[in-house]
């Protein structure tokens, strides 16, 4: 099945809200910021260059359209 261009357009497209009082946020997913290491764990890096953190993602929160099984092997 070949796609259109208008529904290549419409896979494409993410919406991001900013949280506020009227929408909170749900789960703790986010985009950028620290990473969620334990005490002690060293930032990820490759041949000496630090990894960057572009997204934190909460699968238990994202569970309900992951499918059948989250990343973690966990039944969603």
């Known amino acids: 099945m070949e796609l259109t261009v208008r529904d290549r357009r ?3 497209v993410v ?4 949280a506020s009082p009227e929408a909170p946020a749900a789960g703790r997913s986010r985009l950028g910021g ?9 930032w ?3 041949e000496g260059v630090p990894l960057s953190l572009h ?3 909460d699968i ?4 309900g359209w ?8 966990r039944a969603c």
Do not use: F, H, I, Q
């Not at 919406?15 to 900013?18: E, K, N, Q, R, S």
């Not at 238990?60 to 569970?63: G, K």
């Not at 992951?66 to 092997?73: A, K, M």
């Open 10 to 12: 419409r896979l494409a």
């Open 15 to 18: 919406g991001l809200v900013a």
């Open 34 to 42: 620290d990473a969620l290491l334990e005490p002690g764990v060293p």
């Open 44 to 46: 990820p890096a490759l």
């Open 55 to 57: 997204a934190v993602l």
């Open 60 to 63: 238990d929160a994202l569970a």
């Open 66 to 73: 992951s499918g059948t099984n989250s990343p973690s092997g």
